[in-house]
């Protein structure tokens, strides 16, 4: 058996950043850029007038000077302004040739045809050089930069239409378990309505991966077998149940049927000691536990490291530091992830105070659903002492 | 004239939660829920076996048992575990009448049709008895909690496949001013391509809007006004352009044309300053300036709080603190909006380091586009220091 970080070391080497795609330009935000981008133009491409005003020579301040033209944004300038004529400008217009500077409308006081500018008019005021933004032909986005809308402004200013990226995997879930029914039937007594489907899902939702597939197949290895056939176009493959070692667990059985390599099984966690990582090619295979917390930890820990590796970002977020608010027990051999809550510690303040939320059984989801964070104990006899500053990794947003 | 704080109070004022709406549980993840969600039943509904082994009484301990029957889960058992006999349980199955403990097949010895069990066996060891995670009619999810992909798995569990909430407002983006071209089109020299439009509804999708509608009105009151009866059923509408109190700019008379009142025109901000706020009852609408800086700070401000208000969320995010890496200026009157670049400092610690990213000119994109925060300068003569420790909001993910 291998440790949690072993394990998640395994799952980050198996797991290649996906091949780099082209895509249109308003699927690309979140993802990151797999190519330089050059700037098409100088921006400004002309010299712009940045406010309203007139476009004037800085010779004449102080005086009176004939209005020659109009320029409006968008338009050619067809005049040119040399000493006693101005131009009256908008924001964003093209400054006509001669142009040294632009003083804003409420700086000049008009008087018919002509207007009388301020006493002080120092040439460049008022105006945006061409190419001082960006030069034609330079790097505006570069290869691994994450496609913020702040670089979707930038790419469609450059006249971008699609971006070479790394894009999301496409991920599937296979759900196992004869006791599970879906969500639309009512279970007979001995049977519970399937979470782990609807919750996979949303979790990968939650990721931007797109489309998640979600089939259930009943607990045989021919229908586990034909499940992992439907989903051999998925990048990465989510089974839940059946991966322990009983008569019923058919996972292990059915991946090595579908001919692919089985990379470890059972690790040193709770909860969650069964998860197993398989492959295939680059298709990637996980086999959660059926215990939703198991399914739940799985999936965070692991499988979202496989996404983040394959969309070229960092493998695991940043923990943030907390004080615990209670107690937590070790397990012996195994490292603890356990669900908790991060409040502000005091509310005003930028500290945060962890709380562990118990479950009642090691399977109850109930106790814990109002989770936003994961904490972690070493293994060992010793646990975590109340007050102890922990790390912690966050599941959602902080309130 | 307003400062950003009043400013940002009107807009939360003005923007009421949306009206509570059903939804499927698959559309519902990231929304707050606008009703109790109750347990149908008993969770578990059932003595439930915590792991594959034998269903026994506490009194066989140590002796060898008769394998009564073997229950497999999601089946009834068809037996009663009495003393000298026991049943072969699977994970997850229903623990047969008469069941007082489940002990783990590692800790028995199978031998024929008979098992060896252990010498101690506690009552309640590898059992969850009925309604231990949960009693029916409990509540399971409260009005106003955000739903988790955990909240779906207690969801899905108890039945519930719509359920009420906060829907996320619909958006359309209007854009204006002559100099724009769309994406597909080569702009003259006196052009440019439009970048605020692909960028705003970049945010709006960030946020996780339901399919933002992109508009481009020509610069006429008509056209404007046009444009505002095809988004007539949008909860918000952002107008980019057209907002200063030049020849062109439309925007305010097209609003009143309309029949929108003018909560606010004017903010005593950099950038950003024109930015005006109107509402026609319940529709809220947003005049953003062109520049693409005022656009971009705009929306993150006051568009997405009142976003937020309208999912129930908290007006603005929590700022975070660090130090500020170079000195910036302030601007007299206004409050200075700064892009900045967060990077852990050092990269090991908790603690950030905020490069404020500087623009070439006022309407500079190129420079500020791998901003991931925003700090912010208060009105004075004197800006802030270089080794500041100063707030900042992110408005991306941390690296």
Redesign the interface.
């Given at each position: 058996m291998i440790d949690p970080d072993e394990a998640l070391q395994l799952v980050l080497e198996n797991a290649k950043p996906g091949q780099a795609s082209r895509v249109p330009?308003?699927e690309a935000?979140?993802l990151r850029l797999a190519e330089a981008v050059r700037?098409d133009r100088d921006?400004?491409?002309?010299v712009?007038a940045?406010m309203?005003g007139y476009a004037v020579r800085s010779e004449d301040a102080g005086r009176a000077v004939i209005i020659a033209a109009q320029v409006?944004?968008?338009?050619?300038?067809a005049v040119r302004v040399a000493a006693g004529r101005c131009a009256e400008i908008?924001?964003?217009?093209?400054c006509p040739p001669g142009t040294e500077a632009v003083t804003a409308?409420e700086r000049a006081r008009r008087d018919g045809a002509r207007v009388v500018l301020p006493e002080a008019i120092a040439a460049g005021d008022g105006i945006?050089a061409q190419g001082?933004?960006?030069r034609a032909g330079s790097v505006?986005?570069s290869p691994g930069?994450?496609i913020?809308?702040?670089?979707?402004?930038?790419?469609?200013?450059?006249?971008?239409?699609t971006v070479c990226v790394l894009p999301r995997p496409s991920l599937a879930v296979i759900t196992t378990?004869?006791?599970?029914v879906p969500?639309?039937r009512?279970?007979?007594?001995?049977?519970?309505?399937?979470?782990?489907?609807?919750?996979?899902?949303?979790?990968a939702?939650?990721m931007g991966l797109p489309g998640p597939l979600h089939l259930h197949a009943d607990d045989t290895v021919g229908a586990i077998v034909q499940a992992l056939q439907r989903a051999s176009d998925r990048a990465i493959v989510v089974l839940t149940g059946g991966v322990?070692?009983?008569?019923?667990d058919l996972v292990p059985k059915a991946l090595e049927t579908f001919g692919a390599e089985v990379i470890f099984h059972k690790v040193l966690q709770k909860p969650g000691k069964p998860l197993l990582f398989a492959r295939k090619a680059s298709q990637l295979f996980f086999g959660l536990p059926?215990n939703?917390l198991a399914a739940?930890l799985g999936f965070h820990r692991y499988v979202a490291a496989a996404v983040r590796r394959m969309t070229g970002e960092?493998p695991a977020p940043?923990p943030?530091?907390g004080r615990l608010a209670a107690p937590v027990q070790a397990d012996g051999q195994r490292t603890r992830f356990v669900?908790s809550r991060a409040r502000?510690d005091p509310p005003d303040s930028?500290g945060w105070q962890v709380h562990p939320l118990n479950?009642?059984?090691?399977?109850?989801?109930?106790?814990?659903?109002?989770?936003?964070c994961y904490l972690w104990v070493p293994p060992g006899e010793r646990g975590l002492e109340a007050g102890a500053v922990v790390p912690f990794v966050w599941?959602?947003?902080?309130?």
């Open positions: 330009l308003d935000c979140g700037a921006y400004p491409p002309f712009r940045m309203d409006a944004a968008g338009r050619e300038a908008m924001t964003g217009a093209p409308k945006a001082s933004e960006c505006v986005a930069e994450r913020t809308p702040l670089v979707v402004a930038v790419l469609a200013t450059v006249g971008v239409r378990g004869p006791e599970l969500p639309d009512q279970p007979s007594t001995a049977q519970i309505r399937d979470s782990n489907g609807p919750m996979l899902v949303a979790m939702r939650g322990s070692e009983g008569a019923y059926g939703p739940h960092a940043e943030s530091l669900l502000r930028t479950s009642a059984t090691s399977a109850d989801l109930f106790s814990p659903s109002g989770a936003n599941i959602g947003d902080a309130e």
